[in-house]
């Protein structure tokens, strides 16, 4: 009878425990390749890392949210305060499982729950370019969050709900081009933090996947990017393309907000990364944004 | 014919015009002014974007509402007229008036300067435009609100 009880309390304490795991990718998913060092700077754009960790990648940044203030972390190549003696399997852990060289759980303020659907070699072009920066020494503060959201640990139980490799949209019906821009969108561009609302667990809803919601910097609504008529609908692919190259609309109206670093970071690909872009955006579901 | 009648008739067909510019705000005048700058954008991005054939005398004429409306569209925002009217004017115009000023004489100076250049190609007309597109982006970004 004692020993069944114990065994109860062994189960109901290891459950959590091992639910709440991080998880760690295969180091044989890196290649042993020689890094793309141009590949990296696209991705860097793509993937607007100055536009929060700043020009110099030192940090600093604070965000202000429902689970409390986030400081964004030095990624410059300080070896003490930045991530200069980061391995490239640290940073893959760090990008594609939100997880530190420590093992902890990073919180998804820090979008990984996209850029877990890049390609493990994509990190390693990337590493390589942000070694090129200059050293920052700047310590950053550390994040300032209440309970429950402060024990790490419970991070692991919502990353079981919402963090996947899995494209959110499936393969059949995408041309060759529009995969490439699903890749740019949906993982490195990690344009659903913002443009898809998120449930009462903070996590994004992919049943309104880029239908637009609240505007996580405060005030207006983040518009509705899918091919909706409340959304993108009268766009021709031109249209988003050279939106993203220019920062005007069809009506000749300009970005505003958060929007305006992101369309000055896509200005810098290449034109076919544009169009790429602008052909998902017109593949995905139409979806009216009301349902929240 | 009476000298004061002439002076009454004058008033008297001057009058109709006096509440229509007094009906409109300035509010919804600077928008009316930007919505013909965005319809002129549009004529000379079609171009350039190569979705319509490039058309000098077209060109030349949006440019010219360009340069109208940047000649006016400053006076458009006195004290008091900070909100209302659904106005995407940001406060910044009134806190920093300065700020606001130097990006308004940037649109008239390109403007200006793109009429006078009086485009004949697709080439000139890029030339030309360029910079006004600069500075809608620019003064856009600091001194009207977000959608």
Known sequence: MTRRLLLGIIVILLVPWVLTRPNTIDPGRLPAADPDLANGELLFHAGGCASCHGEDLAGGHEMHTPFGIFRVPNISPDPGAGIGAWSTLDLANAMLRGVSPSGEHYYPAFPYTSYARMEPADVLDLKAWLDTFEPRATVVGDHEVGFPWNIRRGIGLWKKRYLSDEPVIADAGLSDIALRGRYLVEAVGHCGECHTPRDRFGGPDDSEWLAGGPNPDGEGKVPNITPHEDGLAAWSEADIAYYLESGFTPDYDTAGGSMVEVQENFAQLPGSDLAAVAAYLKAVPAKSGSAR | ?147
């Open chain 2, 1 to 147: 014919m009476n000298r004061s009648f002439v002076l009454f008739a004058c008033i008297f067909l001057l009058l109709p015009t006096v509440p229509v510019l007094a009906g409109e705000s300035p509010q919804e005048a600077r928008h009316e002014s930007m919505e013909n700058v965005g319809g002129a954008a549009k004529k000379i991005g079609k171009m350039m974007k190569g979705e319509t054939e490039f058309d000098a005398a077209v060109a030349n004429a949006s440019l010219n509402v360009w340069a109208e409306s940047a000649a006016t569209f400053g006076n458009l925002f006195p004290e008091g007229s900070e909100t209302g009217h659904d106005t995407e004017a940001k406060a910044t115009i009134w806190t920093d008036r300065a700020g606001f000023d130097e990006q308004l004489a940037l649109f008239a100076e390109k403007a200006d300067a793109a009429v006078a250049a009086n485009p004949q190609d697709l080439d000139a007309l890029k030339a030309a435009a360029g910079p006004v597109f600069k500075v809608c982006k620019s003064c856009h970004e600091s001194y009207r609100l977000d959608d």
